[in-house]
T-cell receptor, first 112, second 118 residues
Framework: EDQVTQSPEALRLQEGESSSLNCSYT??????LFWYRQDPGKGPEFLFT???AGEEKEKERLKATLTKKESFLHITAPKPEDSATYLC?????????????FGAGTQVVVTP | DTGVSQDPRHKITKRGQNVTFRCDPI?????LYWYRQTLGQGPEFLTY????????KSRLLSDRFSAERPKGSFSTLEIQRTEQGDSAMYLC????????????????FGEGSRLTVL
């Protein structure tokens, strides 16, 4: 069965304390893996797309990496404004680009 | 504001009533998606349109759910005879296929319509 599993479920960080979020996936064929950020009461906001193992993408304090079985989202020296739920999603080769299969997310809280 | 707009933002209804949600997409986007999200979970795909054609529906979309996108512009999602299990955030998202060979998976989400069924 195709699955997307994120860990940990929740993460509390001090400002400046770097950490990583994990997204493991078991799908029959991966078309792309995506990271989104979601603030409370809002819709998800696109961060990155990764297409193949070994690929990396960066944006400000965030860096996403991809292997054949998992992806990591590294948060370097986080600030309180990085507090959000981070969602990982995959699209399978048999599906169209917009049909995302999401994990349950990791809720990140960054305290000053 | 040129983002995806959803209305209403909140809807409280009694079990058995019908509700309708509207989504206005980013104007140049030809694909429109509906997702459902319950508390503590990621969004789940419901259905999508390319222009006015509904191309796919999830098994999650029971016969009580119907979606339309007349003229390929705004879309509506109607739930008939609501049940307490329908309580969720209903998210609309849009994208532009752009004619490129490789998509990006970048969906632009609206802020959602939260449904509470009493």
């Amino acid at each position: 069965e195709d699955q997307v599993t994120q860990s940990p479920e929740a993460l509390r960080l001090q400002e400046g304390e770097s950490s990583s979020l994990n997204c493991s996936y078991t799908v029959s064929g991966l078309r792309g893996l995506f990271w989104y950020r979601q603030d409370p009461g809002k819709g998800p906001e696109f961060l990155f797309t990764l297409y193949s193992a070994g690929e990396e993408k960066e944006k400000e304090r965030l860096k996403a990496t991809l292997t054949k079985k998992e992806s990591f989202l590294h948060i370097t020296a986080p600030k309180p404004e990085d507090s959000a739920t981070y969602l990982c999603a995959v699209v399978m080769t048999t599906d169209s680009w917009g049909k995302l299969q999401f994990g349950a997310g990791t809720q990140v809280v960054v305290t000053p | 504001d040129t983002g995806v707009s959803q209305d209403p933002r909140h809807k409280i209804t009694k079990r058995g009533q019908n509700v309708t949600f509207r989504c206005d997409p980013i104007s140049e986007h030809n694909r429109l998606y509906w997702y459902r999200q319950t508390l503590g979970q990621g969004p789940e795909f419901l259905t999508y349109f390319q222009n006015e054609a509904q191309l796919e529906k999830s098994r999650l979309l029971s016969d009580r759910f119907s979606a339309e996108r007349p003229k390929g512009s705004f879309s509506t999602l109607e739930i008939q005879r609501t049940e307490q299990g329908d309580s969720a955030m209903y998210l609309c998202a849009t994208s532009n296929t752009g004619g490129r060979g490789r998509g990006t998976g970048e969906l632009f989400f609206g802020e959602g319509s939260r449904l509470t069924v009493l």
